[in-house]
C-alpha cells in the first residue's frame, strides 16, 4: 500500500561499522527504536540487524555491522563488514569508535578510510573518557579523520540524533571521507607501482586494491600485472624493513591511529585507564578466588535458566494441557476423530514442543547478554581455556557445554559467542553428548528398576562421566579429522567491564529469543506432526478382541484402564512407528532390544522424555499416569540390567531429539551438519552400547 | 682507624701474597704477576712500594712475605672478601662469578659498620626461614632487575615488567591476527596476569587487554624494560 510513497521518497543505508564491545549495538538500538530486524546474513550465521524508518523526508535504512577488528576479511564478519561497505549500496558509514580506547578504534578508521565511502565519526563513551581524564578537541579530530565527530553516549542515547543528522548530512554532500593514511616513502611507493596497474579502476579504488594486495589478501580479479609488481614490491620491502609486510602496514596504520589519538586528547590528569576493570580483574581473575567465583556464578546462571525457567514451562504445558481439554470437551462427540487427534496430539503437542523451550531460553539469552554486556564472557573464556583447549575445544565453550547439563536446544544456541567456525562447530556437534534433563528422566525410570539402591548413585555419575568422556573423545576426534589444523588463535580482547542497560540486554534477548521461534520453532512443529502421523498411521480398525464393547463392560474402572491401555498398545504396535520399531529390531537385536526398545527409541525423536511414556504403551500400562512402579516391575521382568544400561547408553549417545536437530539446523545453517549429527550419533550410540553389551556378556554379568 | 688507607691495588697486592703464602710454593713474583694478571715487573714495582710502608718482606728472587702488619692489613681484606662473598651469594643470591667480581670492587671501600649490617642481615634472614623465602620469591620474581635488554618470547617476560615488542614471528593467519590487535614491533606490553589454571595470559598493549595463550604469545619477541611504567 506504501508502496508508492516509499518510491518517491530518497532512500538512504547507513552502514554502522565499528570494533566489538565500541557500544556500536547500543547506540544502534537508540537510532532504531522499536524498527530493527534481525536476521542472518544470506549464507552464513552471522546476525543481521537493520531497521527502516523515516527521518526528515528520507527513508533511512541502517544497518548494524558485525564488529570488527580490521577489514581485511580474515573471518566471516569481515568479509561480511568489507563487502557491505563496498557494496556501492551504501550511502554513508558511521564509525563508532571508543572514546576510552582511541588507538585501536582508530585502527579501524585507517583501514575504512581506504574504502572511499563518506564517513562520520561517533565517538562513543566520551563521558566515561571524561571520568578518566580525557577530553579531545572534536574539531581538530574531525580535520584529522575526514569526517564529522560527533560525541554520543550509548547508555542514554546522547547524541544519537545528531550523528544521524550529520550522516544525513554527510551523505547529501556525497563526500568520501578526506583522510588519507601515509605509509611512509617506501610503502607509498610500492603502493603506487601496484596501483597502477588496476588500469579500469578509479584512484581510490586502485588504491585500496594495491594496499590490500601488498597486505597479502587475496583479490582473485585483480589483473596479472597488478599481482605481479605487489609480489615484486613486498619482496623488496620485505628484505629492506627486515618483516613482513603486513607488520608494516600495521605499523604505519596504528601510526595514523597513535597520531590522531595523541593530537586529539587532552589529558587532564594523570589517570590509570580503567582503574576499575583492573580492581574487579583482580578479583573476578584471582589466581586462587578466580575459579571458585567463576564456579559460583555458573552456579548462578545455570540456576537461573533452569530453577527459574521451570514453573513458566509448567504454566505453558499445564495452559496447553488445559487448552487440549477444554477442545475435546468442545469437541462433538465421535466426529472427526482424526482431526481431533490431529490438532491435539500433534499440533498442539507440536506447539508445547516449541514453546515449552522458551522460558529457558529466554532466561539463557538473558544470561548471555548479560555475560556478555558486562564483558565477563571474555573471562569466561579467559578462566577455562586452558581445560576446555585440552579437549580440543575454546574456553568460549563453555557455556554451552554447561547449559547443555539442562539442555542441548539453548546449548547450541549459545554456541553463538564462539567466533571461529572450526570452534563453534565442534561445540555444537559434541554438545548433544552432555547428558540433559529430558535424558534424566529415562535415567530416573530405568536406574530404579535395574539397580539396587546402594549402586544407584554411581550408575547415574557414571552416565553423565559417559557423556562428558564422549564429548571429549568426539570433539578431538573432529579436530584431528574433519576440524584438522591448527586452532583457532585464542587472541581475544579483554573489555573493560561495563555495567549494561537493561534496554540493551533486553533487546539483545528479545531479538535471539524471536529467532529461536522462527527459525527452530517451525522445523520442529512440522518434525511433531510428522511424528504424529507416525505414531498414528496406519490405523488399526481390527484388534485382537472389541475393545470398545469390552471396556464398555468393563465390571470396574481399573479393568477398563487396563483394557484401554492394551488398546493403545496395539494401536502403536500397528502404527508406523511401531513397524519402524519392528523393522528396526535385527539392528537392534545384537544390542539386546526388541521391538519395544525400538518403537520407544524412535518416539523419543521427537524429544527424549517420551521413551518413558512410549515405554508405558507398549507394556501396555497406558503412559506414565499409573506411576513408574508398575512400569519398572515390567521392565525388570523384561530386561536385564546389562539391558536396562544399554538402554541408558544409547538415549545418552543415540540420535539427539527433533528440536537439537532444527537448532543444530538452524546454528549451521545446513541440514548436511544436521543429519550428519543425527546419523554419526546414532552410529556411535551403536558402536559403543553394542561394545559394553558385549563386554557384559563376556564378563558374565548383566543378561542373567 | 689505626690502619691509614691504602690504595685499592695495594691491598689486592696484599691479598693475594696472603693466599699465595699460604701454598707449599709460598708467594712468588711470577705467581703474584699471573694472579694478578699483570707483567712480573709491574708486581717488582708495587713490592716495592709495599716494602717501603713496611708492609712486605721482599727479596729479588725469593718468596715474599708479609710483615705483622701487613699480614694484618691482608687478613683484613681477606676477610671482608670472603664476608662480601658471601652477603651476594647467600643474601642477594648473586652468581658466584657476579659475586667475586663485585667483592673485589666492593672489598676496599666496604667500611666496617656496612660490613657487619650486612653480616646482621645475612643473619636475620637465616634465622627467619620464612622471611628468606619471601625475599627469595620476592628476588626471583623482580630478577629481570637486574637484567634489562633481556630477549625472549612474550609467554617468558615476567608478570608486571614491560616490554618493547620486537618481532612476531608467526605464520600469516595469527600474526595478522596479532598485528591488527595493535601487537607491532616498537609498541610497550606488559603481562598483566596469568589465568588461574596458568594460561592464557592476559597483557596490556595500547591502553587495553588483550588475552592471548602462552603458545601464542611465544612468537613475540620482547624486550625487557624493567622500571618502566
Partial sequence: ?704 | MKIERLSAKAEDYLETILRLSETPRGARTGDIAEAMDVQPSTVSAALKSLKEQGLADYEPYGAVGLTPKGRQVAEDISGRHVALRRFFTETLGLTQEEAEVTACGMEHDATPLVLSRMALLGDFLRGHPGMAEKWAQTRETARSERAPGVESGLDELPEGVRGVVLSVDVECALRKRLVEMGVTPGVLIAVERVAPLGDPIAVEVRGYRLSMRKAEAAHIRVKWRPGLI
Fill in chain 1, 1 to 704: 500500500m506504501g508502496g508508492k510513497d516509499k518510491a518517491k521518497r530518497p532512500r538512504l543505508v547507513v552502514l554502522l561499522a565499528g570494533n566489538p564491545n565500541s557500544g556500536k549495538s547500543s547506540l544502534f538500538n537508540w537510532m532504531a527504536g522499536a524498527h530493527q530486524h534481525v536476521g542472518n546474513y544470506p549464507g552464513v550465521t552471522v546476525e543481521k540487524k537493520s531497521a527502516r524508518f523515516v527521518r526528515g523526508d528520507v527513508e533511512i535504512e541502517l544497518v548494524d555491522l558485525p564488529g570488527v577488528y580490521s577489514l581485511l576479511a580474515a573471518s566471516p564478519e569481515e568479509a561480511i563488514a568489507r563487502d557491505e561497505i563496498l557494496s556501492g549500496a551504501a550511502g554513508v558509514v558511521i564509525q563508532v569508535v571508543d572514546a576510552t580506547n582511541l588507538e585501536r578504534n582508530l585502527h579501524l578508521t585507517a583501514q575504512l578510510a581506504e574504502m572511499g565511502v563518506p564517513t562520520v565519526y561517533a565517538l562513543n563513551m566520551s563521558d566515561e573518557a571524561a571520568s578518566h581524564g580525557l577530553t579531545f578537541d572534536l574539531e581538530l579530530m574531525s580535520a584529522l579523520l575526514g569526517g564529522p565527530v560527533v560525541p554520543t553516549n550509548g547508555s542514554n542515547g546522547e547524541g544519537a540524533d545528531a550523528l544521524l543528522a550529520a550522516a544525513q548530512r554527510v551523505a547529501a554532500g556525497g563526500q568520501a571521507c578526506s583522510s588519507r593514511v601515509n605509509y611512509g616513502l617506501d610503502l607509498e611507493s610500492a603502493i603506487a607501482a601496484v596501483a597502477e596497474q588496476f588500469e579500469g579502476d578509479d584512484a581510490v579504488s586502485a588504491r585500496r586494491r594495491a594496499i590490500a594486495l601488498l597486505d597479502g589478501l587475496s583479490d582473485p580479479h585483480a589483473p596479472a600485472g597488478a599481482r605481479e609488481a605487489a609480489a615484486r614490491e613486498a619482496a623488496r620491502l620485505e628484505k629492506r624493513g627486515g618483516r613482513p609486510l603486513d607488520v608494516q602496514i600495521a605499523e604505519a596504520r596504528y601510526g595514523f591511529a597513535l597520531g590522531v589519538a595523541t593530537e586529539a586528547t587532552r589529558e587532564s590528569s594523570p589517570h590509570v585507564r580503567h582503574a576499575r576493570t583492573l580492581r574487579l580483574d583482580n578479583l573476578l581473575l584471582h589466581r586462587i578466588w578466580g575459579l571458585p567465583i567463576f564456579v559460583f556464578l555458573m552456579w548462578g546462571v545455570f540456576n537461573l535458566v533452569f530453577a527459574l525457567g521451570e514453573p513458566p514451562m509448567q504454566w505453558i504445558e499445564a495452559g496447553l494441557g488445559g487448552l487440549a481439554a477444554r477442545i475435546l470437551a468442545v469437541w462433538p462427540a465421535g466426529a472427526a476423530p482424526l482431526l481431533q487427534s490431529l490438532v491435539v496430539d500433534g499440533i498442539i503437542g507440536g506447539v508445547g514442543g516449541v514453546i515449552s523451550f522458551l522460558p529457558n531460553i529466554l532466561l539463557l539469552f538473558l544470561a548471555i547478554a548479560f555475560l556478555e554486556d558486562t564483558g565477563y564472557m571474555a573471562r569466561v573464556a579467559f578462566l577455562m581455556d586452558r581445560a576446555m583447549h585440552k579437549m580440543g575445544l575454546h574456553g568460549k565453550s563453555f557455556i554451552p557445554m554447561l547449559i547443555g547439563l539442562g539442555c542441548t536446544v539453548p546449548a547450541i544456541l549459545a554456541t553463538r559467542t564462539l567466533e571461529h567456525k572450526r570452534d563453534r562447530f565442534t561445540t555444537i556437534l559434541v554438545a548433544p553428548f552432555v547428558s540433559c534433563g529430558a535424558r534424566m528422566t529415562i535415567y530416573a525410570l530405568l536406574i530404579p528398576a535395574f539397580f539396587a539402591p546402594r549402586w544407584r548413585g554411581w550408575v547415574l555419575w557414571g552416565v553423565y562421566v559417559a557423556g562428558i568422556l564422549a564429548a571429549v573423545l568426539v570433539a578431538r576426534l573432529l579436530r584431528g579429522t574433519l576440524f584438522r589444523g591448527e586452532s583457532a588463535p585464542f587472541v581475544m580482547e579483554l573489555p573493560p567491564y561495563r555495567l549494561p542497560t537493561l534496554r540493551s540486554v533486553g533487546i539483545h534477548m528479545w531479538d535471539r529469543a524471536w529467532m529461536y521461534l522462527q527459525k527452530a520453532g517451525t522445523v520442529i512443529l512440522a518434525i511433531s506432526i510428522l511424528l504424529w502421523a507416525l505414531g498414528t498411521f496406519p490405523r488399526r480398525t481390527e484388534f485382537s478382541r472389541d475393545y470398545a464393547a469390552a471396556i464398555a463392560a468393563a465390571p470396574a474402572p481399573e479393568a477398563a484402564a487396563a483394557l484401554e491401555a492394551a488398546r493403545q498398545a496395539e494401536t502403536l504396535e500397528y502404527s508406523a512407528i511401531g513397524r519402524i520399531g519392528k523393522g528396526l529390531e535385527p539392528v537392534l537385536r545384537p544390542l539386546g532390544f526388541d521391538w519395544r526398545v525400538g518403537t520407544a527409541l524412535v518416539g523419543a525423536f521427537a524429544a527424549k522424555e517420551v521413551f518413558v511414556a512410549q515405554m508405558g504403551i507398549v507394556f501396555s500400562l497406558g503412559g506414565a499416569d499409573e506411576g513408574p512402579e508398575r512400569l519398572r516391575a515390567a521392565l525388570r521382568k523384561n530386561y536385564t540390567p546389562l539391558q536396562g544400561l544399554a538402554m541408558m547408553l544409547f538415549c545418552l549417545l543415540s540420535a539427539p531429539c527433533v528440536a537439537t536437530i532444527a537448532a543444530t539446523k538452524r546454528e549451521t545453517n545446513s541440514w548436511g551438519w544436521a543429519l550428519g549429527m543425527l546419523l554419526g550419533m546414532t552410529a556411535i550410540a551403536w558402536i559403543v552400547t553394542f561394545v559394553v553389551v558385549r563386554l557384559g556378556l563376556a564378563l558374565g554379568w548383566g543378561l542373567a
